[in-house]
């Protein structure tokens, strides 16, 4: 039995929530998730900016969900961290449609700091009182999107879940690093949102989140949008001046990936420290993309 399924864990948890919602809709939700398939909850999507700026909130937010028996299942990027060795090794920075050309000097970076970026916060989650799995490898078969024009990058071709369902069968949380292996055993760098989305293809969680630096998708004036229908408002959205190139990026992956999805399903952008308020409450936090 998980904590959720306890009445009286489950109410402990309601009053340490209870700045955050009504007791009686945090109770809601918690009985709903307790009904769920424990192995496919949520799939959270961790940028590397989150990383870099908010490691401590990121880390007790996921260990507070382990804590209530929903374990998540993370995965990571580390593009801002990227940029930056990248720059200290005088590589300079060419993307083709948001995708870094990786050439062989440039991936051994990617791998020397996609692992280091991995193991920083599979720590973080043991020190927060989390158990964690660090996984680096062997999760995204992935083959090449254009190895002239990108070098070694690669699009996710088959997800393999083993090593992810080992980890959740113990009630650790799987920390994915967003590396793919070609099925002749070259190691590609791998877009994380391109990641983050064949996961959940494959898995179909009950939840989806993208944690990020901003909090959510801004608008023009830099507020956070609540929410956005996508099968009302996605034309206006895009036509829009202001959506950087990242923003309109994710925008267009979440519409595709909400089409293969069950009609009820919602990806959340937010912040970690609003994680808890974005499962839990019904208003939630940062933004709610709807089809
Ligand atoms: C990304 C992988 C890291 C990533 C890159 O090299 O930046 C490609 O572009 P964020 O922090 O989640 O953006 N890979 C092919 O996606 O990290």
Do not use: C
């Amino acid at each position: 039995m998980t904590p959720v399924h306890d009445i009286e864990t489950r109410q402990t948890i309601v009053r340490l929530l209870s700045s955050m919602g009504s007791a009686k809709e945090i109770d809601q939700y918690l009985r709903r998730f307790a009904q769920l398939d424990a192995e496919r909850f949520a799939v959270v999507k961790v940028g590397g900016a989150v990383l870099r700026d908010d490691l401590d909130a990121l880390a007790s937010s996921l260990a507070f969900l382990q804590d209530v028996g929903l374990t998540p299942i993370v995965v990571h990027g580390a593009g801002p961290q990227l940029d930056e060795e990248m720059a200290a090794a005088g590589i300079e920075k060419q993307t083709v449609d948001g995708l870094r050309v990786t050439t062989p000097a440039g991936l051994a970076i990617v791998r020397r700091v996609m692992h280091a970026q991995n193991l920083r916060l599979a720590e973080a989650l043991q020190e927060a009182g989390a158990r964690s799995t660090s996984i680096v490898s062997g999760v995204f078969e992935s083959a090449y999107v254009d190895r002239e024009a990108l070098g070694l990058v690669g699009r996710v071709t088959r997800v393999e879940l083993a090593s992810i369902h080992a980890s959740l069968r113990v009630g650790s949380i799987p920390v994915i690093a967003s590396l793919g292996e070609t099925v002749d055993g070259q190691i590609v760098n791998v877009n994380a949102d391109f990641a983050a989305n064949e996961l959940v293809r494959v898995l179909q969680p009950y939840k989806i989140v993208f944690l990020t630096g901003t909090g959510g998708l801004l608008d023009g004036e830099g507020r956070v949008i609540d929410s956005i229908n996508l099968s009302t408002e996605y034309a206006h959205l895009v036509a829009q001046p202001w959506l950087t190139g990242g923003m309109r990026l994710k925008i267009e992956q979440i519409r595709d990936l909400l089409d293969v999805l069950p009609p009820a399903s919602s990806v959340s952008i937010t912040r970690p420290a609003e994680l808890a308020k974005e499962l839990f409450t019904h208003r939630g936090s940062g933004t709610l993309v709807r089809r």
